[in-house]
């Protein structure tokens, strides 16, 4: 098999690891920035409590995914500055982000994201990461869940149309 046995650490990485590896930094990057806004935003402690958490796994992302490039020669991206904490009451309102509306934008995130993985697993020929990105989506699968509960019981799910009844038979 030449290269491609033995210890996956010490097989080169493809072209579509590569880029898929170096995007998924890239867009955790862009997750903490944007989530440390929301959080600035947000009034709800739960919401709070679930953008923290999706924070600190972004954060885990892109330390993994850093350290797998820089293995491997390639240069990850820049990471973004730290946003300073900011008192809700000092947003205006008229620019303020509302609860529902963070709460159905990291749905809608995290729900892309158990895509990407899905879609890394796939393409990737190193058995590591696949595992690593198998690891990501278990962790996305959870938060979700946790996010749609929350949602549902603040009453913040705008569900699509429901089939209530069904149409009879002739």
């Not at 982000?97 to 729900?111: G, H, Q, R, V, W």
């Not at 590591?128 to 009453?155: C, N, P, Q, W």
Request: hydrophobic share 40%; glycine share 8%.
């Amino acid at each position: 098999m030449g290269i491609l046995n033995g210890n996956p650490k010490d097989e080169p990485m493809h072209f579509g690891e590569i880029f898929s590896v170096w995007q998924a930094s890239m867009l955790a990057k862009g997750t903490v920035s944007c989530y440390q806004a929301y959080l600035n935003h947000s009034g709800d402690n739960d919401l709070k409590k679930i953008l923290e958490d999706l924070i600190d796994q972004a954060k885990q992302e892109i330390k993994e995914c850093d350290t797998l490039l820089t293995e491997n020669g390639i240069a990850p991206a820049p990471v973004l500055p730290e946003r300073p904490p900011v008192k809700l009451e000092e947003i205006p309102v008229g620019a303020r982000f509302t609860d529902p509306e963070i709460a159905a934008k990291i749905a809608a995130d995290n729900s892309l994201g158990l895509v990407a993985c899905s879609q890394i697993m796939g393409q990737s020929i190193r058995v590591d990461i696949g595992a690593l990105f198998a690891k990501y989506h278990l962790s996305k699968a959870t938060l979700g869940v946790r996010i749609l509960e929350m949602i549902k019981e603040k009453g913040w799910l705008i569900p699509p149309p429901l089939q209530v009844k069904r149409p009879v038979e002739a």
